[in-house]
């Protein structure tokens, strides 16, 4: 926005920038192009890049002078932060690439401020971008969950002179206006060469659900699953259990981005938003199915195996299809699939082997709940076979499994109760799926 307004008014800079709000996700790939409209109000412009952001920015003939003084800083209530601005990235603390990573230093943080400096890169708005890393760096040394934070709004940026050039050394000082279950504020000083050269007030972060387990899953998703296997290590995965860690619509929003490719995504967007909690919970349980199976295979160097990379499609009885994506070939397996409520359930088998699963909440009478869950799998494999179920009968043979009998042969179903982990709604629930 800028650029585009000092272009528009030669001879004059622009000095601030105030208002901005953020609306929505801009997708970096494919590319996209996007309309921006002008509205000039005397000294000043108000520029709407397209349905994502808008902000009113204020040109000069000059940059104002004098600059303000530089914050003073109480060093008696600073300490180290929990990691290095170098280990920021290796460790994916940030998720931002080679071209946005700025951040030179993480000098110490208070119980309301941090205090870093940035290596002014060559990307355009990287630099001011690395102010927001090192606010988040107080994020994340500060707290164990909500740590994934991103932009969403800003009160004003004043500049007072021009940008650095690439490779210039610039001092961040970050102090915490606000703070809430779902929101930081801040405002941030940057200074070059001990003076001033722009004020950012009312920086404002959106934070995001997030858990303990989760996060390592948000850094490394190539080599780590939200769903958690079961069965013996280094076998095949018979089955895996998801349980969703991410109430607020926006959190699903960024884990759905995470974890489906472009054609899914399209597919997702399409649905009700009632269908997408469920859709998207069966979609990553299967990827991950798949991916545990890969990574089992590779032993003690499993290869990345990238969500996106495993396409998954709808098809009859829960089972669906899968394909690899860029590249990526899988081995001739099934999976199926199915949730309820905040979990989710996905079985493996080789080849084209039906295994039907089931999954329901027990909300009362517990053999109500297993009738339940057995005339799923039974239906489910009679839509996967072609085959008749319509007149099965049951023979109990144990707490954990039942045998049932159709006309032409003889099914066994296992079952398993599972419970929501301590920090979601306490329900139960009845796993049952074809030996």
Request: glycine share 8%; net charge negative; hydrophobic share 40%.
């Amino acid at each position: 926005m800028s650029d585009l307004v000092s272009r528009s008014r030669p001879g004059s800079v622009v000095t601030r920038l105030r208002d901005l709000r953020l609306t929505r996700w801009l997708a970096a790939a494919p590319g996209v192009e996007v309309p921006i409209q002008f509205e000039p109000q005397a000294t000043d412009v108000r520029v709407a890049f397209g349905d994502y952001s808008t902000a009113v920015l204020s040109t000069a003939p000059v940059y104002p002078s004098p600059p303000p003084a530089v914050w003073p800083v109480d060093l008696a209530s600073e300490r180290p932060l929990l990691f290095t601005a170098s280990e920021m990235y290796d460790l994916r603390l940030m998720f931002h690439g080679k071209q946005f990573q700025g951040v030179s230093e993480l000098t110490a943080l208070g119980p309301r401020h941090v205090r870093g400096a940035i290596t002014t890169p060559a990307a355009p708005g990287a630099l001011l971008d690395c102010a927001g890393q090192i606010l988040g760096s107080w994020i994340i040394s500060t707290f164990t969950t909500r740590t994934r934070v991103l932009p969403v709004g800003l009160d004003g940026i004043t500049w007072y002179g021009p940008p650095p050039p690439t490779g210039a050394s610039v001092g961040c000082h970050a102090r915490i206006t606000h703070l809430d279950e779902n929101t930081v504020k801040a405002d941030i000083q940057l200074t070059l060469d001990g003076v001033v050269w722009a004020e950012l007030n009312g920086w404002q972060n959106r934070r995001f659900d997030n858990h303990p387990q989760t996060q390592a899953v948000e850094n490394w998703p190539e080599f780590r699953a939200l769903s958690t296997p079961s069965g013996p290590s280094g076998e095949l995965p018979t089955r895996v259990e998801l349980f969703e860690r991410w109430g607020d619509l926006g959190s699903r929003d960024l884990v759905m981005r995470n974890h489906l490719s472009s054609a899914e995504r399209a597919e997702f967007e399409a649905l009700s938003p009632v269908r997408r909690r469920g859709w998207l919970l069966e979609r990553i349980a299967a990827k991950d199915a798949v991916r545990h199976l890969l990574w089992s295979a590779g032993q003690n160097d499993p290869a990345p195996v990238f969500p996106a990379e495993i396409r998954v499609e709808e098809a009859s009885g829960g089972q669906v299809r899968l394909s690899g994506l860029h590249g990526r070939e899988l081995p001739p397996i099934s999976v199926t699939v199915t949730q309820a409520c905040e979990f989710a359930v996905a079985r493996l088998s080789h080849g084209d082997q039906v295994s039907p699963i089931a999954v329901v909440e027990v909300t009362g009478d517990p053999q109500e709940a297993r009738a339940r869950a057995v005339a799923t799998v039974v239906r489910h494999y009679g839509e996967a076979t072609g085959q008749a179920v319509e007149g099965y009968r049951e023979q109990p043979a144990g707490t954990d499994s039942t045998r049932v009998a159709l006309p032409y042969g003889e099914l066994m179903i296992d079952l398993d109760q599972v419970r929501n982990p301590p920090d979601l709604p306490e329900r139960d629930y009845l796993v049952a799926w074809l030996r």
